[in-house]
């Protein structure tokens, strides 16, 4: 999926070195919400082990994986997961995070926009959830522009990578009949 310089596509083995780096860049943030990804990608090594476990999950699809290319900068700049799907409903949650210098610009709403189409169409999607910090404004933000709704506030739902159990906000949008 193509929008202004910017590409939309499962994670490849190519992505080793960029996806490396992106998650280097971003790693203070990437460790508190995501603290799987930042254990599993400490060194090139252990991310192209992370990007082969992900691809498997792909093809098995139990989780998938996207990244949001910068044609321009040929650079990684953000990242889009569908997990814990639950192909009986048929059903997902998103998460998603983008480089700290490419905030604010409409990038990740457009990705998660396409993204959400490509699950409604293309893979049969019935509803779509996101789980959100209350403290991550942007994230909200970003789910409320691609009008996913503001289904209520669960205490204690997650460790983050500094031990914080948080609360999370629980947005979900459904497939339009």
């Known amino acids: 999926m193509v929008f ?3 590409q939309l596509r499962s994670i490849s083995l190519e992505d080793i070195d960029d996806y490396f780096l ?3 860049n971003n790693r ?3 460790a508190i919400y995501f603290p799987k990804t930042n254990d599993a990608t400490k060194d090139l090594l252990s991310t192209e082990k992370h990007i082969q476990d992900r691809i498997i999950l792909a093809e098995k699809r139990e989780f998938l994986t996207y990244v949001i290319y910068d044609s321009t900068a040929k650079l990684i700049i953000g990242a889009i997961f569908l997990m814990r799907i639950d192909w ?9 995070f983008l480089d700290a210098r490419c905030e604010k610009k409409g990038i990740m709403s457009k990705s998660l926009s396409l993204f959400c189409e490509m699950c409604f169409k293309d893979l049969g999607f019935n509803r779509i959830f996101m789980r959100i910090a209350e403290a991550n404004l942007s994230s909200r933000h970003v789910a409320e522009k691609n009008n996913f709704l503001f289904e209520g506030l669960i205490k204690n739902d997650f460790k983050t990578g500094n031990g914080e159990l948080i609360d999370l906000m629980y947005f979900a949008k459904t497939k339009l009949k």
């Open 88 to 96: 009986t409903i048929p059903k997902g949650e998103l998460g998603f």
């Open 4 to 6: 202004d310089n910017y």
């Open 22 to 24: 992106f998650i280097e």
């Open 28 to 30: 203070p943030r990437i």
